[in-house]
């Protein structure tokens, strides 16, 4: 069984504890947060630690999956934990993975840990249906589109803005865009083009809206990019109508084959998806079961999905996977 640690028990958290639960190969061995242990508990009754004390279960986990937010958590837990145990995150900030990469790639190999980071849907397995289409179809455009659906890591970058108590952000891909792409039109968009970002955020008593709105509409990277519309709600209406949180989108690639670009393709690879952390946290589970694999064959430092065999992923033994899902 590969003994799984939990650092971070948020919604992906949760999402994580149910996958291992499921999962025939695995057993959670305790969660570790930064709050209280105490006033945490886990759905399956898994033990809670406190983070500081994870160090002292170096011979007792095979892997930790860290489940903080890709704003200000992972920068430091990531290449921190890496430098101590074989890791997995889902890190989402598409342009600083290089750096962050980086920064794991160095503790993981002083340690001798793999380290494979942002393991969701995207960066993850969209990355996956990237690669493949762009290796199929070298003559061509990529096109990734997100949503409807509520980005959690959007999300929690807004509720690290001073003032704010609560917030949910849908991201919404524009309509007119997806239906370019699909006609082979081969489209040159903005970010701003393909998608618009919705915001509900819950203010607390007293603070600067105008602050917070400013704040969000010029974050870089997550929302200054892209149209962005700001509602101010209370908790109960947020509670009530935005509680879920469900996602999805499409990767796209339309591209030409033939000896004189003659034939037009388009390959699509679509999610739709009722509980986003919980998908992630599925993800994260099979990353962890390759992490195992690779680490005890002897590698180190830092991968992505891109770099694993996806034997590696499955439950299912390659003999099984070939007679069964070639």
């Known amino acids: 069984m590969i003994r799984i640690g939990i650092a971070g028990y948020g919604n992906i958290g949760r999402g994580v504890e149910s996958a291992v639960t499921n999962a025939p190969d695995m057993e959670l061995v305790a969660v570790f947060t930064r709050r209280d242990p105490a006033s945490v508990c886990t ?51 598409h342009a600083n993975i290089p750096e962050h990469f980086a920064n794991v790639d160095a503790a993981a190999k002083a340690a001798g840990k793999v380290g494979i980071i942002s393991c969701g849907w995207d960066p993850g397995y969209f990355s996956l249906a990237r690669v493949f289409a762009d290796a199929a179809l070298p003559d061509g ?28 952000q849908y991201t919404v891909p524009i309509p007119a865009a997806v239906d370019a792409v699909r006609a082979g039109e081969h489209p040159v968009f903005t970010a701003r083009d393909m998608h618009l ?24 990277n997550y929302f200054e990019p892209y149209d962005t519309t700001v509602e101010f709600i209370s908790q109960e209406e947020l509670n009530e109508k935005h509680s879920g949180l469900p996602h999805g989108g499409s990767v796209l690639r339309s591209g030409t084959t033939g000896f004189n670009a003659e034939f037009n393709n388009t ?26 694999r690779m680490n005890s064959e002897g590698q180190c430092g830092a991968k992505t999905l891109l770099d694993v065999p996806p034997v590696y992923l499955s439950h299912q033994s390659r003999e099984e996977l070939i007679a069964h899902l070639l």
Not at 204 to 212: L, P, S
Not at 277 to 292: D, E, K, N, W, Y
């Open 267 to 292: 390959v699509e690879f679509t999610l739709d998806l009722d509980s986003n952390p919980f998908f992630t946290g599925s993800i994260l589970a099979a990353a962890a079961r390759a992490a195992f």
């Open 43 to 93: 759905v399956t009754g898994a033990p809670v630690m406190a983070y500081d004390q994870i160090g002292s279960m170096k011979d007792e986990l095979d892997v930790v999956v860290i489940c903080g937010g890709s704003a200000t958590d992972l920068p430091w837990m990531t290449p921190e934990l890496a430098a101590q145990f074989n890791v997995i995150d889902s890190f989402d900030n």
């Open 141 to 168: 455009d990529n096109y990734t589109f997100w949503g409807r659906g509520v980005s959690q890591g959007h999300s929690d970058a807004i509720r690290r803005i001073e003032g704010v108590a609560d917030a949910r």
């Open 197 to 220: 970002r919705e915001c509900y955020v819950v203010a607390e008593e007293g603070a600067d809206k105008a602050a917070i709105e400013e704040a969000i509409k010029t974050m870089p």
